[in-house]
Each structure stands twice: as structure tokens, then as C-alpha cells.
């Protein structure tokens, strides 16, 4: 729906909802169902939207009423009925007993299963004075008739019960639109708590505990990562939606956590690491390099001071949400963008820039890039805080909830498509997770010189996110970023992730009010100062010069990341690795061999000139390191085309072939194709006088040679272990110049 329509469809629904009903009759008002249909969820916490779209319903004609202190005043609690209903409760208080409103006030501040109506507060009371109300403004009184708007966070079971689909929802979303006439004056809105979100606070506490006594670098350090991050969430935002149900949506990440760790788990217990490796390098540098434009791409809602922003994640997407919501904001009378945003984040931006150029420029300086970002905080909100900027429509993070990890066992789902939803996701991730932790953890450890235990570190991962799926974490792993500054500090144990997350512990207990008035714009330019080496352009530039498949991979992830999505980049990168591998395994290397002069040495024709090929021997070379289905014709038919076709190689013209060694010293294995191509190639061999003999065949190869009858059929005796006794024993049995 665009803009115009959508202003369209308010204002008529506004005029529907205006009633001219006389006082004592049930008003109609507005239901949240079908207000989802017209905004954003997230308009619904805009209190000077909602004071603009809920008009006094009782207005009439004669005007608006000046007071509505009348002598039945009604207070709205909600209460289920036997037949399992949900109703509201209607409570009558006299107008004048100020006190009692305060009581029936303070018994249901926490169990309120709505948007709180609002009380007037009188001056003259010293409990209104007092502030007891939740969240209502100084000017409201319940003698001067003023109605204003306020917003109250809504309990789980108020916001699960509305968009349930079942008997008792349906009652619900009938019964509340209907109220005393009191109730028409308040406005029917849901506010998302901050406690409903799974920050990366919380990732930063128990999965870096647990890692510090379970893994084995000394290095790595544990928590959210921006990768991971953007991946669970486009992937969990498809499924559910966050703005809509936060709830079902929280609850789902923390499933897919908790399989995504057993996923991980079982990697270590069946040593599956090698699933791993499947992601080249190459793949890797294309996958990061387009992730971090994506994420650059991202801070622009934070540092712009965007208020609608797209929740997909392809560049042509963004970039044309940043575009409408800038034009919006610009045009909109009622809504202003303000440069403030953009000016404040752009200037810590080029402050973190050059400490960082400094740092690198100066090593004694080392410390300067790490201190910067917390620098940036601190001033951005000093700034903030004395210039009240927030009131000049700086966008500040506002509420940051204290305290320690909640439970989230009672939030896990095992039942319906959940299930099958998060089993899906959990792959993904559970791969990409592994494979940006082991990639950090290799390079510091190759850096210091020790080794990392790849299934240890599959377990402790696993472990520390099941963990952390039961205390409110979402995926975690290894931090390349982080873990750089703690290299360069001097850390050489595990212990720095306990010290980690001992020092957000302690911050959230004693420091999280100090965040009230820290600027998103900040963050963003944090964020943004990171990127830039992140992308590895001398890195894709020597990918391009050794191997052109791989460069195609590279770009094949970056374009997938950039124009499509992650996990498409992830597929299209996966994709063309798998089939560079089936490329080389459908035509392996199959190499003429020749004895270089006064050696026993036999090496590549091609490749060394000097090599001598013997006059009516063909010793030839398998370079795969297995013969099967997908390789075995084309060896079967390569090897007869040397045979048949004499002028392939001049030196095979001069004679005719009468025996072909086949040296076997790196054929891994062997399966039933490759046991029936060799079979058929004796057979064509024979025909044609020529004999076959193996040099080197390895255990595996040999004794399934064996179980197939084919050293019976050849003869044991054309079974050697090097290629000169091979060649010696055709030209002493004179096979050669038979």
C-alpha cells in the first residue's frame, strides 16, 4: 500500500470510527487487528500518531465535552469468564475518592492485561504528586477534563491473546471493541518492551563463560558477530515477524539456538569437521566482502535517523527503502528528519577512522583504535545529554534493561512446523558459526604456533550455545574483531572471556542507565568503522591471478550476498566449489610416464622433455586420488586412445604397444565403476595383444582388486611395487618386442 492510499485509508477509517452516541452507551472503537492492516506495527508506540488518529469518539456536533468527571467513573481491567471469554471489567469509583483510584491503580499496575486507561491525577493529591501513575503527564487532572495519550507495555498474555487465531482470541478481539463510554477516550495500542528483543548483551555472558573451561584457543573471543547476526535474523524474520509478534518471534530464535548447538555438538561427536572445509577460502573472502556491504549498508537507518527501514537485506532493497524513507521525512509535515543524526554520526566516524590510521601509523599507539569506540560512546552522550539533542530529533537508545540473563527454557519450541522450520535454519548457521570460529581460531593459533582441536572446539561451540538457548542468547561464536584487539592488548589465555563477560555483567548491574542518552547514530559509525578492512582486496586479487575458478566462487558469494540474500550468496558460493571439485574428478590427470637418463626416475613426458619414453611400453599415471563412476570412462577411454590412435605421441608411432603399466601410487580407491572400467580395458587390452600391468596399488585398492577376481584375471605376476621393475620385467620377458 503506498503512502497516499495509506493516508487515504486513515482518514476514512478516522471517520468511521467518530461516533455520535450519547453518554452512557457503548462506544465503538478502534481494534488493533484492523489497524495492522493500515500502519506499521511500530506506529502504535508513536504517541503523537495516536493522539492525532484517536479522536474523542464521544465528540459531537455541540463540540467536544470539556470534562468527562461524572459520577460513575470506570476503570478497564480484563477477566475471563467461565465459558473461557475475555471480557472487561468495568469497576465503578466516585468521582471524588481519589484514593481509591490509586489503589485499584496500584493492585493492577502488574497484572493489567491491557493498555492502561488513564487516570486523571488531581494536585491536590499526594499520591498523584508522588508520581505513582505509570508513564501519565503532570497536566492531567481529573478535574480539568483533559484526555491525553500514553502508552503502557503490554503484558505477553494480552499480546499472544490478540493475534490468536483460536475460540478465546476471537472473543476477545469482539469484546474489546465494545466499552462504557470512558473507555472511548483511550486509545488501544501496543508498546514492544526492550526485554523482548535478544540482545547481544545477553550473548555476551554465558556462551563466553562456558567457551573459556571447554575450548581449546587461547585466543578467540565468544559472542554475537555481525555475520551470524544478519543471518539468523533474515532467516527467523521469514518465518516470523518481529514487528507484528515479538514474542513467537523471540521464542523462535531461541529454538533455532538451541538446535543449531546441538547441530554443532554433533559435528564434534561424529568428528564431521571436514563439512566445514566445503566453504573455500576463496568462497569465504567473496561471502565476507559482500556480508560486510550489507552490513554498511544497514547502519544507514542508524545513521541517517531512518524511522521505516526494509527488514530485507539485498543492497537494491535498501537502498531504495533509504531512499523512500528520506523523501518521506523530508516532504512530511507531521513527521521531520533531522540532519543531527547524520551530522553527529558522520563526525565520530571520521574520529574512529584516524585513530585507527594512527594506531597502525604508530605502534606505540596500538591502544588508541581499541579505546576509541568507548571514547565515541561517552562523548556522543555527554553531547547528547547537556545539548538535550534527543529533543531535536536525535534518535537515542532511550531504556537499556539491567540485570542478568532471564530463563528461556519455557520458550523453546518442540512441536508443529517449528520444528521443521528451525531444522532448516539451523544448518546454515550452525556451519557459518563453525567456520567463522575455526577460521579465527586457526589464523591466531598458526600466529602463535599451537594447534586447535577442530572437534573440541565443535563441541565447546555446540555446548555454549545450547547453554546460552536456555538463558536468553542467540547464536554465538567466534568474534575475528574482537579477538584481534585482545591479541594486540597481549591476552594469552582462555581467561579473557571470562574477564569479558564479568565486565558486562557488572556494567549492566551498575552502568545501563548511563546509555539513556547514547545516540543510535553512534553505534552505527562504530559499526561502519569496522567494516572497511573487512574486505580483502589484495586478497581477491591473488585469488584472481592463481586459480580462475576460485576467483568465480569469490565473486559468485559476493554478488549472491549483495543483490540477493545471505543465504543465497552462501548456496551460489557452495555451488560452484562443489562443481570445480566435480570438474576435476570427472577428468582426473592422466600422465604419460618416462625414465629420465642413468635414474630410476620416471616423471611427465610433458612436463620434463628430458624424459624417454620406453619404444612399445606405455607407462601412464592416474593423478586422481580415486577411480569411480564419475572418472572411470574417461580414464578407460583415454588410455585406449593412446592405444589406438598411435600418432598421438610420436614416440608410440615408431612401434606397436604391447604392454601398458598403469602406476597406481596415488589411487586412493576404488569403487565398482572404476573395478568394471579397468575389467573392460583388459578386456579391449587383450584383444589387441597388448597386456596390463599395476605398479603401487594401496591396500584399499588392491584388496578390492582382489575380492573382484581382477588380479586373477590379470595374473599376480603383473602386480609390481615401482615402475622400473615393471618396465624391466616387459622388456626381459620380451613382451615389448614380441
Known amino acids: ?18 461516533q455520535n452516541n450519547d453518554k452512557g452507551k457503548q462506544v465503538q472503537t478502534c481494534d488493533l487487528s484492523d489497524m495492522r492492516t493500515m500502519m506499521p506495527f511500530q506506529d502504535f508506540t508513536n504517541v503523537n500518531f495516536a493522539s492525532r488518529f484517536y479522536q474523542r469518539a464521544h465528540d459531537n456536533e455541540a463540540g467536544p465535552s470539556t470534562t468527562y ?10 477477566q475471563q469468564n467461565d465459558n473461557h471469554e475475555t471480557r472487561p471489567f468495568i469497576r465503578n469509583i466516585d468521582d471524588n475518592d481519589c484514593e481509591s483510584r490509586h489503589n485499584i491503580a496500584r493492585n493492577f499496575r502488574n497484572t493489567v492485561m491491557t493498555i492502561k486507561s488513564l487516570l486523571p491525577t488531581s494536585s491536590e493529591c499526594r499520591r498523584c504528586n508522588a508520581k505513582l501513575f505509570h508513564r501519565d503527564s503532570q497536566d492531567m487532572c481529573c478535574k480539568g477534563g483533559k484526555v491525553t495519550i500514553s502508552q503502557v507495555p503490554a503484558p505477553d498474555e494480552l499480546l499472544q491473546l490478540f493475534l490468536d487465531s483460536s475460540t478465546e482470541g476471537r472473543h476477545f478481539r469482539q469484546h474489546i471493541r465494545s466499552y462504557n463510554h470512558v473507555m472511548s477516550f483511550t486509545s488501544l495500542g501496543v508498546h514492544v518492551d526492550e526485554s523482548l528483543v535478544a540482545t547481544g548483551r545477553d550473548t555476551s555472558i554465558v556462551p563466553p563463560l562456558i567457551y573459556a573451561v571447554m575450548g581449546s584457543s587461547r585466543d578467540i573471543a565468544i559472542g554475537p558477530v555481525a555475520v551470524v547476526s544478519m543471518l539468523l535474523s533474515s532467516l527467523v524474520t521469514k518465518v516470523k515477524d518481529p514487528v507484528a509478534n515479538p514474542h513467537a518471534y523471540r521464542d523462535f530464535v531461541f529454538t533455532v539456538t538451541f538446535f543449531t548447538g546441538n547441530f554443532q555438538v554433533g559435528f564434534g561427536i561424529f568428528r564431521l569437521g571436514f563439512l566445514v572445509d566445503f566453504l573455500s577460502h576463496a568462497a569465504l573472502v567473496g561471502f565476507m566482502a559482500g556480508t560486510t556491504i550489507i552490513i554498511g549498508l544497514q547502519q544507514l537507518k542508524g545513521l541517517l535517523g531512518i524511522t521505516h527501514f526494509t527488514i530485507k537485506t539485498d543492497a537494491v532493497s535498501v537502498l531504495v527503502s533509504v531512499y523512500k524513507s528520506l523523501h518521506q521525512q523530508i516532504t512530511s509535515s507531521e513527521e521531520k528528519w533531522s540532519p543531527m543524526n547524520f551530522v ?3 563526525s565520530f566516524l571520521i574520529f574512529l577512522l584516524v585513530t585507527r590510521f594512527i594506531g597502525r601509523r604508530n605502534k606505540k599507539l596500538f591502544w588508541l583504535p581499541a579505546i576509541a569506540p568507548l ?25 537499556v ?26 544448518l546454515v548457521c550452525a556451519v557459518i558459526a563453525l567456520t567463522e570460529a575455526m577460521a579465527v581460531g586457526r589464523s591466531f593459533a598458526s600466529i602463535k604456533g599451537y594447534q586447535l582441536d577442530g572437534n573440541r572446539e565443535m563441541l565447546s561451540m555446540g555446548i ?7 538463558t536468553s542468547c542467540y547464536v554465538a561464536t567466534g568474534s575475528f574483531s574482537r579477538t584481534a584487539v585482545n591479541f594486540s592488548a597481549g591476552c594469552q589465555t582462555a581467561v579473557l572471556n571470562i574477564v569479558m563477560a564479568v565486565t558486562v555483567i557488572l556494567f549492566l548491574q551498575l552502568f545501563a542507565r548511563l546509555l539513556y542518552y547514547t545516540p543510535m547514530a553512534i553505534l552505527a559509525s562504530i559499526i561502519l568503522s569496522a567494516l572497511p578492512g573487512l574486505i580483502d582486496l589484495n586478497e581477491a586479487r591473488y585469488i584472481w591471478k592463481v586459480d580462475k575458478l576460485d576467483f568465480l566462487a569469490c565473486i559468485g558469494a559476493f554478488f549472491g550476498v549483495l543483490f540477493a540474500s545471505v543465504e543465497i550468496g552462501l548456496l551460489v558460493a557452495v555451488t560452484i566449489s562443489f562443481t570445480k571439485i566435480l570438474i576435476q ?31 612399445g611400453i606405455v607407462v601412464i599415471r592416474i593423478s586422481s586420488g580415486s577411480l569411480c563412476f564419475a572418472n572411470a570412462n574417461f580414464v578407460k577411454e583415454r588410455i585406449l586412445k593412446w592405444v589406438v590412435e598411435e600418432d598421438e605421441i610420436q614416440e608410440i608411432a615408431k612401434g606397436n604397444v604391447r604392454a601398458i603399466i598403469m602406476d597406481m601410487t596415488n589411487l586412493m580407491n576404488v569403487d565398482t565403476s572404476g573395478i568394471l572400467a579397468l575389467e573392460e580395458l583388459h578386456k579391449r587390452l587383450l584383444s589387441r595383444g597388448v597386456e596390463l600391468a599395476m605398479v603401487n596399488p594401496r591396500w584399499l585398492v588392491i584388496h578390492k582388486l582382489k575380492l573382484a577376481h581382477f588380479v586373477d584375471k590379470i595374473g599376480k605376476e603383473w602386480v609390481f611395487l615401482t615402475v622400473g621393475e615393471a618396465v624391466d620385467a616387459c622388456l626381459s620377458s620380451k613382451i615389448a618386442t614380441a
Open 1 to 18: 500500500m503506498s503512502v497516499e492510499q495509506r493516508q487515504e485509508e486513515l482518514a476514512r477509517r478516522r471517520s468511521n470510527y467518530r
Open 69 to 78: 468527571a461524572h459520577q460513575n467513573f470506570t476503570f478497564p481491567i480484563f
Open 344 to 346: 553527529l554520526g558522520c
Open 375 to 399: 571514547l565515541s560512546v561517552i562523548l556522543s552522550t555527554l553531547i547528547v545529554y547537556l545539548s538535550k539533542a534527543d529533543k531535536q530529533g536525535v534518535n537515542v537508545i532511550k531504556h
Open 401 to 426: 534493561k539491567g540485570g542478568l540473563n532471564q530463563s528461556s527454557v519455557h520458550q523453546l519450541q518442540f512441536h508443529g512446523q517449528n520444528v521443521g522450520q528451525a531444522a532448516k535454519i539451523r
Open 464 to 470: 555454549m550455545n545450547v547453554a546460552g538457548s536456555l
Open 585 to 615: 574428478s570427472i577428468q582426473p590427470g592422466v600422465e604419460i610416464l618416462g625414465r629420465v637418463l642413468r635414474t630410476e626416475a620416471f616423471c611427465d613426458v610433458t612436463q620434463y622433455p628430458m624424459a624417454i619414453s620406453t619404444p
